[in-house]
C-alpha cells in the first residue's frame, strides 16, 4: 500500500523559507512524476509545481521563482524549498502523483505571518 508522509511545515514569518519533504513509500517511486499541492481554508486544492521522474520541473505562476521542487529517488522522497514566503501561502501542503493520485497524506501545516 502506498503511503505518502508530508513533513517541514511551521510557522514562519514573511519572507522566511521552509523546506518541506515527502517520503514515498509502498510503490516503484522513480517512475513516476510527483505534484506538491496545498489547499487554503476554504479553497480547493491546487497544483504548487511537479517534478517529472526525469528531474524536469513546471510551477504555478504565483510561487514561480519562489519555490523549488527537487527529488532523491535513492531516498524516495521529493522536497519543496519555499523561499519568499508570502501570507498567501499559508495553507496545508500535500505531495502526490501527478496523475491517477495515490491514497492522500495528512500533510504539513504551513502559515505565514505579515
Known amino acids: 500500500q502506498v503511503q505518502l508522509v508530508e513533513s517541514g511545515g511551521g510557522l514562519v514569518q514573511a519572507g522566511g523559507s521552509l523546506r518541506l519533504s515527502c517520503a514515498v513509500s509502498?510503490?516503484?517511486?522513480?517512475?513516476?512524476?510527483i505534484g506538491w499541492y496545498r489547499q487554503a481554508p476554504g479553497k480547493p486544492r491546487e497544483l504548487v509545481g511537479y517534478?517529472?521522474?526525469?528531474?524536469?520541473?513546471h510551477y504555478s505562476e504565483p510561487v514561480k521563482g519562489r519555490f523549488t521542487i527537487s527529488r532523491d529517488n535513492a531516498k524516495n522522497t521529493v522536497y519543496l524549498q519555499m523561499n519568499s514566503l508570502k501570507p498567501e501561502d499559508t495553507a496545508v501542503y500535500y505531495c502526490?502523483?501527478?496523475?491517477?493520485?495515490?491514497?492522500w497524506g495528512q500533510g504539513t501545516q504551513v502559515s505565514v505571518s505579515s
Open positions: 502526490n502523483k501527478l496523475i491517477t493520485p495515490w491514497p
Open positions: 509502498g510503490t516503484t517511486f522513480s517512475i513516476n512524476a
Open positions: 517534478i517529472s521522474s526525469g528531474g524536469s520541473t
